[in-house]
């Protein structure tokens, strides 16, 4: 685990180990087992732990027994989109969602472009209401929303976009998740790490990204463990470092090899290459 002085705790999102079967409680235990002070689960996962007959208090309580927090949960609703009517059941899907992670704690909830990945010629300011009305949303919760960019969404699929929407959607709480893979997926660079201060970055996922497949054809399966692929993490994490960021580095992983390896093996191998990354990162 990181050390006393470390500048970044870890997190593991449950996507990295998604096809071993385990229950979210087993994922809650191996995360605490291989060092991570952080977990962060999918909504699907809830949800599928409530059907089977379990309760989110019933994690609530394994959280607070493992020591762990969880900085953000992930869900998907059409919060942005300009349907009123699709954007009205994106709102009540985003409330359902907000109520969930309030019960185990947690004081983050992914608002990913869902809805808009296809969609060009999006009005960022009006987007940027749309936001705003969903933090206030979030406050009758204790939480936060914290705005996704994805690479592969052509509305909210480079930083900038989604930095504008965060600083004009005219609220204090306004955030944003940086993720490697889709800050080079989006862009190919990452420059724009260096206007960001300590209360705009919400949550930070880490990964990393073979030279091959190419930028234009690369996808989610292809991600790979830090430092074991060609981004520049060490400049990554030095910047994250300048502009205060002192939250969580997040274990997003979709890589079908690993999920066909043992699931202790993936969580320990990725927190000891997260914690290499760093550790190499600040030797430089």
Known sequence: MPGKNAPFEYCINTSTIREQNLSLPQAIDLAAQTGYQGIEPWVAELDAFVAGGGSLDDISRRLADQGL????????FEWGVADKARRQAGMAEARRNMEMAARIGCRGLAAPPMGLKDVTGTDLLQLAEYYAELIELGREYGVVPILEFWGV????????????????????????????????????HFQGLKHLG???????????????????????????????????????????????????????????????????????????????AVAAAFAE
Not at 168 to 178: R, S, T, W
Request: charged share 20%; glycine share 12%; with cysteine.
């Open 198 to 276: 300590p209360p705009t970055l919400g949550l930070v996922h880490m990964n990393d990204y073979p030279a091959d497949p190419p930028r234009d054809t690369i996808g989610d399966p292809d991600r790979v463990f830090p430092g074991d692929g060609i981004a520049p993490l060490g400049r990554i994490l030095r910047d994250l470092k300048a502009a205060g960021y002192a939250g969580m580095l997040s274990l997003e992983l979709f890589n079908r090899s690993y999920w066909q390896r043992d699931a202790r093996w993936v969580a320990q191998t990725g927190r000891e290459k997260m914690d290499a």
């Open 153 to 188: 969404a052509k509305t909210l699929g480079h930083l900038g976009e989604a930095l504008l929407v965060v600083t004009e959607c005219g609220q204090p709480e306004a955030c944003l998740l940086a993720d490697v893979f889709h800050m080079y997926k989006g862009t190919g």
């Open 69 to 76: 927090v969880v900085p953000n949960l992930i869900g998907f």
